[in-house]
């Protein structure tokens, strides 16, 4: 970086990327490491030592030989897992300014901590500061790491009750050849824990997050896990208004009830919310005694659509449903959680795979809805719609959520 570039960068001004801090005598090593953290946790960043708030350059003030050496040990002291950042100083007239140049981490979650013992302190970006994580934040920078998977976790003041005993025969009976009913509670209990669908990390028995979307009663669902479901929006014109023409809130199990011939005994929020669309975007022509059905979206992309939002969404935002907004020349399927560490829109669009929720992409599977290979997006839905109408979907992150639009 050069003198015209750095006075460039600071004529912007202190950003998400760009923290301006004073040389300052009570500038410590372990604040320095506070600001590597919250960049490495976030998507990258610069940190401008010698630049004071307001962006006027008072330089480095020489407290040390080797400042380089000062960062190096700033790092190596206190962040954890370590990162490598790039150091350099830019002349400016008489004075020089540090540059720290902190990469993306891809080993989140990044923390603070002086020794091994050390309390574990997280630090996100916040616009123009760094501040603490809570806990809900901290969550998600572990899930999207894939250290932990949120949907094993157990869902508060659930109880085995609370999960379909139809529904886990059914499953147990087409999926492993197992007769639920034969089993004493004991081993059923014990078969359930063993796949995930219960856990005991509470102290007491409770439904994971993944045996209530797949499982549960559908009022409890409703009532334990409100984020889960999606809120299906039908609008009369291209601009969204408020109210919108019609407005369905779709919740339950993902997953369908189905019968022996395949038939649906129970909708799931799935198939719900594709009957949704089809209800209003497709018509009947015959001719003869030949009936031709006519569909704006084809029914197999749109259950790659809304398969792939729930399985990939991220459960620990909470309050926030899947969005579906239907348009009258669009479709809109918006789903809460950014794109995990190292994938990018295009690395997805080209097949590359990736699982925020692994076991609920593991249970979809065998419920058929996900196919092996884990590439509906490039397969189904670009293919699919290209073949339909030689129009390409849009994938598009907005904030902290993905949205993928289909056109009429």
Known sequence: MNKTDLMALVAKGESSFVEFKRDAEDLKAETISEYIVCFSNAKGGQILLGVEDDGTITGLQNRFGDYGHWISQAVQGYVHPH?????????VDDLRVAVITVPMGVAKPYCKRKGKEAVERYFIRDVTRCRETDREELRRLFQASGFIHYEVTPVPRSALQDLSEFRL????????????????????????????????????????LAGM?????????????????????????????????????????????????????????????????????????????????HFVYPPEVLREILVNAVAHRDYTIGGANISLALFPDRLEVESPGGLPNTITLEGMKRGARYHRNPMLADYLRDYNYLDKTSRGISRKIIKGMLAHNGKEPAFELRGESLRVTLWA
């Open 169 to 208: 025969a059914d499953y147990f009976r087409k999926v492993h050849d197992l007769e639920l009913e034969e089993l004493s509670e004991q081993a059923r209990t014990s078969l359930l824990i063993d796949n995930q669908l219960l856990s005991t990390a509470l102290g007491e028995t409770a439904c994971t």
């Open 213 to 293: 979307l797949l499982f549960g009663n559908k009022d409890r669902v409703k009532r334990l896990v409100p984020q889960s479901g999606v809120t299906a929006v039908e609008f009369d014109s291209a601009e969204a208004d408020i109210a919108g023409k019609y407005r369905k809130e779709i919740n339950g199990p993902l997953p369908s009830l189905r019968g022996g011939t395949g038939e649906i005994v129970e909708a799931g929020v799935i198939d719900e919310a594709v009957e949704f669309v089809l209800r209003v975007t497709s018509s009947e022509t015959i001719t003869g005694t030949q009936r031709t059905t």
């Open 83 to 91: 990162v490598i950042v790039e150091y350099e100083e830019v002349p």
